[in-house]
Structure formats: C-alpha cells, structure tokens
C-alpha cells in the first residue's frame, strides 16, 4: 500500500527550511543552478538532430544538382535550412571555384557552424568547475561560524550546528550541481564533434559530385 504524499505546502516548509540552514551562500549557488539547468535544456533542444542534420537533406541537395536547380534563391533557403544545408549551400555555391579554393571557403563555413553549435557549451563546462569552488566558499563561511562560537567561557550549540549546516548544505549542493553539468558538458561536446565530423563528410561527398557537374544556369536580363 503507497503511503501518502506529504502535503505541497509542507515540501515548500521543508525546501525553505534547508535553504535558511544553509545560510546566504546558498543563493548564488541556487542562481547557478537554475542558470546551468536553463543552458542545457537549451543545447538539448538545439542540438537535436532533426535541427542540426534533418533527414533527406543530403538527397535533396543531389536532386537539386541534378535538376540544375542551384539558383541564389534556392541556395538561400537551403543556407537557413539547418547548419548542414549553410554547409552544403557554401559547396554549391562556390562549387566552380578550385579544389584548395573551395576547400579553404568550406572549412571557413565549417568553424562558424561549429562556433554556433558549441553556443553555451564552454559555459556549462564553467559551471562544473565553478560550482564545487563556490560550495567549498560555502564550507568556510560554515567553519567561521563555527569558530565564531567559541567562546573562553564555553560554545554556543546553536550557532555551532548553523555553521556546520551552512558547510555541509553548500558542499553538498556545489557537488550535486556540479556532477550532471559535468555530465551534459562531455555528452553535448561529443554530440558537437559528431555533427561537425558528419557534415564534413557530407560536403566532401558534394564536392566529390559537383567537381564534374554543369555549370549552373545564369539568369537572364
């Protein structure tokens, strides 16, 4: 038999009340936390492969080569399409210029994707280092308490136990920030290097098939 779920307004008590035990060093790490939450759950919805590497793609930039449909207009909305098609729209257009040539425009394309996919990712991994350090400031203002309640004629019990729940609250909740930020940095990094690592071999698979293809159509006045 399930037991029964304590009342909202008792878990709201509760979370107040370890958040004043913890003392003011709580609150920054606290902003943290929400901030680091709110990055990855960005990057998590920005990195999806359907926004970063849709399906068909790559066949439809070959139908388009086939079809000699490369006007600007076309390259255009491949180019907003998602990172690879800004990728493989660069190869189209420049498609005509030397091997080395366009190579050197393909790759210059390539770092700024790979500058826009890696948005927030050096943040996270910043708050991974960072939040350990701020809960062990927590720890040290937890030991000046505690050293702040003594006294020649004896201790003070209650500021003593302030202090050590003001360390061991902030130690604790520095670690429990920093494990899944560390976590999302290394996972979202690898999934980074996986598209970039994709992508080249796509465009070098288009220009492999646009070296030999027919000059594009020029308009007409």
């Known amino acids: 038999m399930a037991l029964p779920r304590p009342p909202v307004h008792l878990e709201l008590t509760a979370l107040l009340s370890i958040l004043r035990e913890a003392g003011w060093p709580i609150w920054p790490l606290l902003a943290t936390s929400v901030l680091g939450l709110a990055l990855i759950f960005e990057r998590f919805l920005s990195l999806r492969r359907s926004q970063v590497m849709p399906r068909g793609l790559n066949e439809q930039v070959a139908e388009m080569l086939r079809n000699r449909q490369d006007s600007p207009e076309s390259l255009s909305r491949l180019e907003r399409n998602s ?63 505690i050293f702040g309640s003594y006294t020649p004629g004896g201790g003070d019990p209650a500021q003593l136990a302030r202090g050590i729940s003001i360390a061991l609250y902030n130690t604790g909740f520095g670690i429990l920030i920093a494990i899944p930020a560390m976590i999302a940095h290394r996972y979202l990094r690898g999934r980074v290097d996986g598209y970039l690592n994709a992508m080249e071999l796509s465009a070098a698979r288009l220009a492999r098939a646009v070296s030999h293809a027919p000059a594009p159509r020029e308009d007409r006045p």
């Open 83 to 145: 990172p690879l098609g800004r990728v493989l729209a660069e190869v189209m257009r420049h498609r005509h210029l030397p091997r080395e040539e366009l190579r050197s425009v393909v790759e210059d394309t390539g770092r700024a994707v790979a500058h826009d996919l890696s948005r927030y990712i050096p943040a996270i991994g910043t708050i991974a280092v960072v939040a350990p350090l701020m809960g062990l400031f927590g720890t040290v203002v937890g030991m000046i308490e």
